[in-house]
């Protein structure tokens, strides 16, 4: 059975939840006064979900964090308050996905705090289908063709064409919740924060395969937000920080660095990477990232098998190519210590449970769909650089 994906804040938890019949148990994300404080698997019985049943859970689940909101707001103690929000362009990189691009920008036309301008960024495309949707549907939206494929292209020719501060990063298929931006904004007073990341929660989880993502390799990390620096957190232990799918990048700063690294993510050999290897140069140069997770945003996972075990294998390439250009290009020897660690301490437990038929194991073909993806990570990334550097796409 599919799981329902519910928005319920404390202060209006309603006297029951109905029209839940297709579903046995529903993912509520908590809100306390709009901000996000933590979310609860709640049970439903006969398609509803019981008033005073659920405020039990939510309460239960959500913490002390809400009572740490209360006295702020009591208190009137908001450190943001008066700080001057930098402008910003917002950048979707696309490809070939306007259903899923259509709503993405559609939620961006409800922001508590709007850009300086939003711009699409189509990458290599196959039709015109992404043009026509931004002029036709969207006439002040800035359409860019990136002829070169790969994200990191598109994330780079975004950086050079915008004109805000800050470039904020919003997948083509997630939609922003409406104080998304200004979660991200605010968070940039301190001229050493070189980027910030936000809180992604899934769209749906309607299938077998949404319901593993979410399990297997969640966006959200958790509901406090975070300070990262180099000189206290190891800048090759990205994984906690964020993801690209939601985050904000001072444009000056990511310039001055080099920018993304074309020869990793979406489109070439690595694919996936980009965002997290410059999550590490950005910490190994001294600079600071921030986890925000008022900064929220919704995601659609895979749905099918086959798009989840190819986006884990994306994933578990791209980690081993990120880690092998710190080693090659970098120097930083430290990064084979982590790539040994991730397997010694994640990777092979969950294959001695999953092997084991242990209670709350992983499915083999996910765990397998990784480690192959560690394999070819190193392979992948020698030969996408070597596409780089001869002047072909990925």
């Given at each position: 059975?599919?799981?329902?994906?519910l928005?319920?804040?404390?202060?209006?938890i309603?006297?029951?939840?109905?029209?839940?019949h297709?579903?046995?148990?529903?993912?509520?994300l908590?809100?306390?006064?709009?901000?996000?404080?933590?979310?609860?698997?709640?049970?439903?019985?006969?398609g509803?979900?019981?008033?005073?049943?659920?405020?039990d859970?939510?309460?239960e689940?959500a913490?002390d964090?809400p009572?740490?909101?209360w006295?702020?707001d009591?208190?009137d103690?908001?450190?943001t308050?008066?700080?001057r929000?930098?402008?910003?362009?917002?950048?979707?990189?696309?490809?070939?996905?306007?259903?899923?691009l259509?709503?993405?920008?559609?939620?961006?036309?409800?922001l508590?705090?709007?850009?300086?301008?939003?711009l699409v960024i189509?990458?290599?495309?196959?039709?015109?289908?992404?043009?026509d949707?931004?002029?036709?549907f969207?006439?002040?939206?800035r359409?860019?063709?990136?002829?070169?494929t790969?994200?990191?292209?598109?994330?780079?020719r975004a950086?050079c064409?915008a004109q805000?501060e800050?470039v904020a990063?919003?997948d083509d298929?997630?939609?922003v919740d409406f104080?998304?931006?200004?979660g991200?904004l605010?968070?940039?007073?301190?001229?050493?924060v070189?980027?910030?990341t936000?809180?992604?929660m899934?769209f749906e989880?309607?299938?077998t395969?949404?319901?593993?993502?979410?399990?297997?390799?969640p966006?959200?990390?958790g509901?406090?937000?975070?300070i990262?620096?180099?000189d206290?957190?190891d800048?090759f232990?990205?994984?906690e920080?964020?993801?690209?799918v939601n985050m904000?990048?001072r444009?000056?700063k990511?310039?001055?660095?080099?920018?993304f690294?074309?020869?990793?993510?979406?489109?070439?050999p690595?694919?996936?990477?980009?965002?997290h290897?410059?999550?590490?140069?950005?910490?190994?140069?001294?600079?600071?990232?921030?986890?925000?997770?008022?900064?929220?945003c919704?995601h659609r996972h895979?749905r099918?098998?086959?798009?989840?075990r190819r986006?884990?294998?994306g994933?578990?390439?791209g980690?081993?190519?990120?880690?092998?250009?710190a080693i090659l290009?970098?120097r930083?020897?430290?990064?084979l210590?982590?790539?040994?660690?991730?397997?010694?301490h994640d990777?092979?437990?969950?294959?001695?449970?999953a092997?084991?038929?242990?209670?709350?194991?992983e499915?083999?073909?996910?765990?397998?769909?990784e480690?192959?993806?560690?394999?070819?990570?190193?392979?992948?990334?020698l030969?996408s650089r070597?596409?780089v550097?001869?002047?072909?796409?990925?």
């Open positions: 059975m599919p799981t329902a994906v928005d319920i804040d404390l202060e209006k309603p006297p029951e939840v109905v029209g839940l297709d579903y046995k148990k529903a993912l509520v908590i809100r306390f006064r709009s901000r996000p404080v933590g979310k609860a698997v709640v049970e439903v019985c006969g509803r979900i019981c008033g005073h049943h659920l405020r859970q939510l309460l689940a913490g964090l009572w740490e909101f006295l702020r009591f208190l103690w908001d450190e308050k008066n700080v929000l930098p402008s910003a362009t917002v950048a979707i990189c696309t490809r070939e996905r306007t259903t899923d259509a709503k993405c920008l559609s939620s961006l036309q409800k508590q705090t709007q850009p300086l301008e939003i189509d990458n290599a495309p196959k039709t015109q289908k992404t043009r949707l931004v002029t036709q969207f006439p002040t939206i359409y860019i063709c990136e002829p070169q790969g994200l990191d292209w598109a994330r780079n950086l064409e805000g800050v990063f919003i298929d997630a939609i104080a998304w931006l200004a991200l605010q968070n940039f007073a301190d001229p050493l070189a980027c910030v936000g809180l992604t899934p989880l309607e299938t395969s949404q319901e593993w993502f979410e399990i297997h390799c966006f959200g990390k509901f406090r937000r975070k990262f620096k180099g206290s957190h800048p232990r990205t994984g920080i964020g993801a690209g904000a990048v444009r000056e990511i310039l001055e660095l080099g920018g690294d074309p020869a990793l993510d979406a489109g070439t690595t694919e996936s990477g980009g965002d290897e410059m999550f590490s140069r950005v910490l190994t140069h001294g600079y600071s990232i921030i986890y925000e997770p008022v900064a929220l919704w895979r099918s098998p086959e798009e989840l986006a884990v294998y994933y578990g390439a980690v081993y190519a990120l880690l092998s250009r290009i970098e930083e020897w430290a990064a210590k982590v790539a040994v660690g991730w397997f010694r990777q092979l437990p969950k294959l001695i449970y092997v084991t038929r242990r209670p709350g194991r499915p083999l073909d996910l765990l397998f769909a480690l192959r993806g560690c394999v070819a990570g190193p392979f992948a990334y030969r070597k596409l550097s001869n002047g072909r796409a990925g």
